[in-house]
């Protein structure tokens, strides 16, 4: 054989060796999944709920028109501070003062004519004083001519006198009785007109309570036409000018809207919380606020309301109120009251609520991408399964259901533990149960962590260009 034979025999030698190594090696590894681990540790978990929303004061009115007409004046602009009872805008009322200037003469007359009744009544309690007077000394003369009439009577009968003169005493006497007689005939037409005369009275200060009952009701119609803030506040949006034509809302349809008024002293975040999150949300709890129109800053709060009525995320409707679909995403609004707002701080600017829920000092904690999920019958060994059996539907059902876990290297296999879990901070998860402190488990990367078996023959690797796959 000539050297170039040997030479490229031994060279077809060689590789052959090689490709029987490489085979080798390939058939060995043919199972290996390739993982990447870190350990379970201990760490001080936070958890967080963030939602976004706008800022709102906890209190604020919309001042809507009372009456109808055009605003013929405003005293506040936007942004003015005003007071509770002040007069902030006026519609024009010229009628309805004009009314209340009739309404106050129409009792200014009533009280003229209730005066004059008393003013008769007085004079006619003089004059029944004085009539009443002149009717006892009637009675009086009238007795003194009765006595003297018995005397001259007695007198008569005894022949003592002339019948000229007993003619005379019973003559005076009956003048008296028939003075007596019409003077109490005047003292009783002196009463009768008193008592007509109170009633006249009672009929003037009925008809001035009238007057002024009408007159309470014109001056709040009167009062409608002057817009007056409710609260102190701030103005924070003014919509309308002098001139423009204003309207009260009539059934269904709304009224005009003057101006805003929002109590500043109360400033909220109110943020919209997903339904899943806002069963760990709590009143009382801390949060943390971020507002967009001023970066870098961050405002601390606590959550003071929690909503009770979901709200439909598309349309921004109550889910008892929306026509959709109940399967819609659904929101819940949560307010948090900022402990120390800016000056600065504006009603509707966007903000972020981070809100923490819970806090854990010293838990056993996991990355959250490193928590799976396989069915029960995915875990079981297959060996001694007769595939063409049928399965009793309990059973299947039971296979089907899902357990959650981490796989745990051992050795060279990775080895599924189910685990109970607790809260999530915001990359790492609690593990209540199910895992020691110290174990290594898979964490990555994404494809090989989802199809991963238990018990499945591994490879680690946790070079830097696997981890930056597994976040890929």
Avoid: C
């Avoid at 390739?34 to 201990?42: D, P, Y």
């Avoid at 009968?157 to 019409?182: G, H, M």
């Avoid at 309990?394 to 685990?419: C, I, S």
């Amino acid at each position: 054989m000539t050297t170039a034979g040997k030479i490229a025999l031994s060279v077809l030698g060689v590789a052959a060796i090689a490709g029987g190594t490489v085979g080798y090696r390939r058939w060995t590894q043919r199972d290996l999944v390739t993982v990447q681990t870190s350990l379970a540790t201990r760490q001080d978990l936070t958890a967080v709920v963030t939602a976004s929303g706008e800022i709102k004061p906890k209190n604020y009115i919309n001042l809507g028109a009372n009456a109808m007409g055009p605003l013929t004046e405003i005293y506040v602009k936007e942004g003015d501070r005003v007071h509770k009872n002040q007069v902030v805008a006026r519609i024009e009322n010229t009628q309805s003062a004009a009314d209340v200037a009739a309404q106050k003469a129409t009792i200014a007359s009533a009280e003229a004519d209730s005066a004059a009744a008393e003013a008769g009544i007085k004079a006619q309690d003089d004059a029944i004083t004085t009539q009443q007077a002149t009717d006892d000394r009637y009675s009086n003369e009238l007795t003194r001519a009765k006595d003297y009439l018995d005397r001259y009577e007695q007198m008569y009968k005894e022949k003592l006198v002339a019948k000229q003169d007993y003619d005379q005493k019973k003559a005076d006497y009956e003048s008296a009785l028939a003075s007596v007689r019409e003077n109490e005939a005047r003292l009783a037409q002196a009463k009768s007109q008193r008592t007509q005369s109170v009633a006249q009275l009672t009929s003037a200060q009925r008809r001035v309570t009238q007057a002024q009952a009408a007159l309470t009701r014109l001056d709040n119609v009167l009062a409608r036409f002057d817009v007056v803030a409710p609260l102190d506040g701030v103005v924070t949006d003014l919509p309308v000018r002098v001139g423009e034509t204003v309207v009260q809302g009539v059934q269904n349809s709304a009224g005009s809207t003057i101006m805003t008024i929002a109590d500043m002293s109360l400033i909220t975040a109110e943020v919209d919380v997903d339904e899943t999150d806002v069963v760990s949300v709590q009143l009382g709890q801390t949060a943390e606020v971020t507002i967009e129109a001023m970066p870098n800053r961050t405002f601390t709060g606590k959550v003071i309301q929690i909503g009770d009525t979901a709200i439909v995320r598309s349309s921004g409707l109550a889910a008892s109120q929306s026509a959709t679909s109940t399967q819609e995403a659904k929101d819940f609004k949560v307010v948090v009251a900022l402990d120390h707002p800016p000056d600065e701080i504006r009603p509707g600017l966007s903000a972020t609520a981070k809100i923490t829920t819970a806090v854990r000092q010293g838990a056993l904690a996991i990355p959250i991408q490193a928590l799976v999920a396989r069915t029960k019958g995915d875990l079981e060994e297959q060996t001694n399964v007769d595939k063409n059996k049928p399965m009793d539907p309990a059973e299947e059902k039971a296979r089907r259901e899902e357990v959650q876990g981490v796989f745990v290297v051992q050795g060279d296999h990775a080895e599924f533990h189910t685990v109970e879990t607790g809260i999530a901070g915001a990359s790492d998860i609690e593990v209540l149960s199910g895992l020691d402190p110290g174990a290594t488990i898979v964490t990555g990367s994404y494809k090989a962590i989802r199809s991963l078996r238990n018990n499945a023959r591994i490879k680690v690797d946790n070079s830097t260009a696997a981890v930056v796959d597994t976040k890929s």
